[in-house]
């Protein structure tokens, strides 16, 4: 009998897709991966619209599933919303839409691109001006720098987190870790 939900040559291998992008990406960008999936199923216009529904709804249970690994629990009874809610509120894992993770991944690759250039610090100056530099800096009554101003100026809007009170430059290395494990960011 064939089967449209998971069709053969998505259960080709020793594991399939979904589970691939488990395995490769961080866990934030697999929640993006796996909500955008979900949602193209949802609004495809398509002459079968139930079979749509269940791929959609497939690949949620897929991700509730991956939730509840990340929440580390396991849930006996599919249908007891309060234990999985628990689990995972417990656990501080953050179950954003798909549009905040969408935040975390843009800003985990920024990260990383300024890690690739040589840069390891990030400042806001006085005035809400982001900051990259290479070299750990020094504050004073006005702004950051040091014997070292190469620095490269990056949106504000990107990580609040950090502020013009900070006492020290927030390491690149450290918040990156933070975006990657899909927690809230910190010093």
């Known amino acids: 009998m064939k089967d449209n939900i998971k069709p053969e040559h998505y259960r080709t291998g020793e594991i399939d897709l979904y589970e691939a992008w488990y395995r490769t990406y961080p866990f934030n960008e697999y929640r993006a991966i796996m909500q955008a999936v979900a949602e193209r199923y949802m609004r495809r216009d398509k002459n079968d619209r139930v079979e749509d529904l269940g791929k959609a709804i497939y690949t949620l249970e897929r991700l509730k599933e991956k939730e509840i690994e990340q929440a580390g629990g396991s849930v006996k009874d599919e249908n007891d919303f309060e234990k999985i809610s628990n689990a995972i509120s417990n656990k501080k ?3 954003a839409g798909f ?3 969408k935040a975390y991944i843009r800003r985990s690759r920024l990260l990383k691109e300024l890690q ?3 840069y390891e610090y990030l400042v806001r100056g006085k005035h809400g001006t982001l900051l990259a530099y290479e070299v750990k800096v020094q504050k004073n009554d006005d702004n950051w720098g040091g014997w070292h101003d ?3 100026i990056i949106e504000n809007e990107n990580f609040p ?3 013009w009170t ?7 290395a450290d918040l990156l870790a933070t975006y990657e494990n899909g927690g809230e960011s910190g010093k």
Do not use: H, L
């Open 93 to 95: 894992i953050k179950i």
């Open 99 to 101: 549009y905040q993770d």
């Open 116 to 118: 690739g250039n040589g």
């Open 150 to 152: 190469d620095y490269e």
């Open 161 to 163: 987190e950090i502020q």
């Open 166 to 172: 900070d006492n020290e430059p927030t390491r690149i």
